[in-house]
């Protein structure tokens, strides 16, 4: 018997005696429980407003707590124009990308050498590049988050490795809470799952010195949001 | 009394008088405590979603083969290999025969409880590999040759005076008290480690059996990165960890979180659900997941106490653990603990050597009172004390009850102990404290009563004359 079997075996010998119920210990086991639905966690969960306004305002309130930058601008010209500031700010001299409607609009708008992640590249030249700037599949206003796939933000890399993380987001991105992001992935990839998914929210951070909050733990010191 | 115990008692002793360890932890878990009542009162209703997580956590852990099953299946089918350990020796093989197999010199790793269990970083230097740990606070655990002090936040026993000399005798940089200095200095160091590592290793918190994805959860960006560089990515987890369905993760993203480090949701939640795809442009080639189960299955077949495997390792139970909060992580002597740890080692590591752990406990229920899975850890605790005097029954307390029994069974004979006692303990100063006192394990922390002059009886009696 293969370890699989004999380790399933158990598995099966060890569930012949039922549990107690969560809750009631000490009342007599029930039989098998359905799984309660998954949507029922909304009514729980931290309360996300009803509207779009509501929703884009808890976004940025989010952010803001995050330590992430927010910028809520009406149209494209405006965000080539943060990224523009952003590129003198910080004195970059090249980024990271991949292919995508926003992300080549963008990298037109700065004129900076492209460390493109669309095929295999190499890695120090894009640990090198002063920022990356990635595309997203959502913005999850419940907890502030920025939900990538290896699909739509150029590979696992991109938005972590340099240290500054620009994501390029339309407003009708806007998703209310997780579960809503759990629906889009199904409905997006579900016969094809990307390898990677991440839920970004705020830049890389640590408390591991006397609980005191440092960002910039080993991704990104800083997140920028540009929704248009 | 084992060494285990003896070791567990001689180091409470000195961490309860350390008032430099007890202001760090205070410190530290004060600022834990503050952050995670902001984050529960923030959700709609906290206590309704601890009791829908226990019962996704029951239903998963009651039907475990299926659910494992779908979760292999569905993995395997986008090219992920799946590894089966019973013992830890296998799981130890296992990963060093992938390392040995991609010709691998180097490995960065991110933090994995699991890896601890098993003892793997041990092993894998011991074969002649160098293992690097990425996550801040065990990078700077590995540096000191230490274990982790808590499962969540690994060097919370040390001050930023303590991690600045570390760097500088192990790093060569210079001193400094910045919090934000020293992370950078270890940023850089791990930089290059990443950059060149050959293997990454990682733990996992919720593998789903819907989609056959590992989910982990992280701030550092370590595990990401770790999960992104190098050519094979190697996933150790316990079977235990499994959860139903994709969307369950909307509630226990969040719900860890808030336990866990008092956050809304923690900065990275990736899931991986394979090896780098063909039309993907990096991660890697090879993805291999470990499943253990190193007894795991034994506290499975223990319906009273198989809930203690709803555990989420958020480490809530340890923060609000009274005897955790004087004693220290470290005093344990295991890989996990605080209430958790004293519940699952006895069955981890046997019941007679562990058992000592069942008594570190004030049997106060904040620990079940917090455990957002609604584990009935202090419940488990009284049973684990049951389960091992029943294994191994104590004779001194057999014949001190024996004897119990038969005094209070005669009622003169009651009567004449009390009139003794009394008499008796009119002398007890002259040897209160010292050896030569027959309580001295009760008297020598504590005061014992004096006996009443008048019993109730002999009240009653007098009442009734007059």
Not at chain 1, 119 to 138: K, M, N, Q, R
Not at chain 2, 252 to 270: D, I, K, R, V, W
Not at chain 2, 444 to 456: E, M, N, S, V, Y
Request: aromatic content about 6%.
């Amino acid at each position: 018997m293969s370890e699989k079997d004999q380790i399933l075996a158990r598995v099966r010998e060890a569930l012949t005696s039922p549990a107690p119920h969560p809750g009631d210990a000490h009342t007599n086991p029930q039989p098998a429980s359905a799984l309660p639905p998954s949507n029922n966690s909304r009514q729980w969960l931290p309360a996300v407003g009803e509207t779009f306004q509501d929703r884009l305002e808890l976004f940025q309130k989010n952010a803001a707590s995050l330590k992430a930058d927010f910028y809520l601008v009406e149209r494209w010209e405006e965000a080539s124009g943060v990224l523009g500031k952003l590129r003198d700010q910080e004195g970059w001299q090249c980024v990271g990308a991949h292919k995508g409607d926003l992300t080549d609009a963008a990298c037109a708008a700065l004129g900076l050498p492209v460390c493109r992640t669309d095929h295999p590249y190499d890695v120090a030249a894009l640990e090198s590049c002063d920022a990356g700037i990635t595309e997203c599949d959502a913005l999850v206003a419940q907890t502030g988050s920025v939900l990538v796939t290896s699909r739509s933000a150029g590979g696992r890399a991109l938005s972590v490795l340099p240290p500054h993380h620009v994501v390029l987001a339309r407003r009708e991105q806007l998703l209310p809470d997780l579960l809503a992001a759990f629906e889009l992935l199904k409905r997006k990839y579900s016969d094809n799952y990307p390898s990677f998914i991440s839920f970004i929210t705020g830049p890389s951070r640590t408390g591991d010195i006397e609980r005191v909050l440092v960002l910039g733990a080993h991704g990104p010191k800083k997140l920028s949001i540009i929704c248009f | 009394m084992n060494t285990f115990a003896a070791q567990f008692r001689e180091q409470s002793l000195r961490l309860t008088r350390d008032l430099r360890h007890r202001l760090l932890i205070q410190n530290a878990l004060g600022k834990y405590e503050t952050q995670r009542d902001h984050r529960k009162a923030a959700f709609q209703d906290w206590q309704s979603a601890r009791q829908a997580a226990a019962e996704i956590k029951w239903e998963a852990i009651n039907h475990l083969d299926v659910h494992l099953q779908d979760f292999v299946s569905r993995i395997e089918a986008r090219g992920t290999v799946v590894h089966w350990a019973s013992t830890a020796a296998q799981a130890r093989d296992i990963i060093i025969g992938i390392v040995r197999d991609s010709k691998a010199r180097s490995i960065i790793k991110s933090k994995a409880m699991t890896s601890e269990e098993i003892h793997l970083n041990e092993a894998l230097e011991e074969a002649g590999f160098e293992v690097v740990e990425s996550d801040l606070g065990e990078f700077i655990v590995q540096l000191r040759k230490e274990a982790p002090y808590h499962i969540v936040f690994p060097a919370m026993h040390l001050t930023r005076g303590d991690i600045s000399e570390l760097f500088t005798r192990e790093l060569g940089s210079a001193p400094t008290q910045n919090p934000e200095d020293l992370t950078m200095i270890a940023r850089r160091v791990l930089r290059q480690k990443y950059i060149n590592a050959d293997v990454g290793l990682t733990g996992a918190n919720f593998p789903i059996a819907e989609t056959g994805m590992i989910s982990i959860t992280e701030n550092e960006g370590n595990a990401r990165l770790t999960a992104a560089l190098p050519k094979v990515m190697i996933s150790l987890l316990g079977i235990e960890k499994v959860l139903p369905r994709l969307e369950d993760l909307a509630l226990f993203l969040p719900l860890l979180a808030t336990a866990g480090t008092g956050q809304p949701l923690t900065c990275y939640n990736s899931l991986y659900g394979g090896p780098r795809r063909a039309d993907e442009s990096d991660g890697p080639e090879e993805f291999h997941v470990v499943l253990l189960d190193n007894h795991r299955t034994e506290l499975l077949a223990d319906a009273e106490q198989r809930d203690a495997l709803h555990c989420i390792r958020c480490g809530a139970c340890l923060n609000v653990c009274p005897i955790f909060r004087n004693v220290g992580g470290h005093t344990y002597g295991t890989t996990y603990s605080g209430p958790i740890g004293s519940v699952i080692t006895p069955h981890l590591r046997g019941l007679q050597d562990w058992k000592h752990l069942s008594y570190s406990s004030s049997l106060c229920g904040a620990s079940t009172e917090t455990c957002p899975v609604k584990i009935n850890l202090h419940h488990h605790l009284l049973q684990n004390r049951r389960n091992a005097s029943r294994q191994k029954p104590s004779r001194i307390e057999k014949f001190a009850f024996r004897t119990y029994a038969a005094i209070v069974n005669r009622p003169g004979l009651y009567h004449l102990v009390k009139k003794a006692g009394r008499v008796l303990q009119k002398l007890h100063p002259l040897v209160r404290g010292t050896r030569a006192d027959p309580a001295y394990g009760w008297t020598k922390t504590r005061d014992l009563p004096p006996i009443a002059r008048q019993t109730f009886k002999e009240y009653w009696k007098d009442r009734n004359i007059k």
